[in-house]
Nanobody, 115 residues
Framework: QVQLVESGGGLVQAGGSLRLSCAASGTIFRINAMGWYRQAPGKQRELVAAVSSGGITNYADSVKGRSTISRDNAKKAVYLQMNSLKPEDTAVYYC?????????WGQGTQVTVSS
């Protein structure tokens, strides 16, 4: 059974930084993409950043220039470095994995940015 486990969330002041980590466990034959989504209270879940197996990255406009996604296929892990955090970045951040034709989600990690 494939599982995604996130870590690295927390409370940070505006302007600060956080690094989120996500590691997949279980039998995975092919990693097509991994990434991060977030969901703020009362809002829909939205893409933050994703990286394909070939290293192509995609960022939401709201985090471009402030965030960097990276991956380690050998460790089946993906990371999100977020800098210059803003209160509007407050949300639950979910790790996402597209392994073969199947999608997997982590349980989420809370990121709270205080003003």
């Amino acid at each position: 059974q494939v599982q995604l486990v996130e870590s690295g969330g927390g409370l940070v002041q505006a302007g600060g930084s956080l690094r989120l980590s996500c590691a997949a466990s279980g039998t995975i034959f092919r990693i097509n993409a991994m990434g991060w989504y977030r969901q703020a209270p009362g809002k829909q879940r939205e893409l933050v950043a994703a990286v394909s197996s070939g290293g192509i990255t995609n960022y939401a406009d709201s985090v471009k220039g402030r965030s960097t996604i990276s991956r380690d296929n050998a460790k089946k892990a993906v990371y999100l470095q977020m800098n210059s955090l803003k209160p509007e970045d407050t949300a639950v951040y979910y790790c996402y994995g597209l392994f073969g034709a199947n999608e997997y989600w982590g349980q989420g990690t809370q990121v709270t940015v205080s003003s």
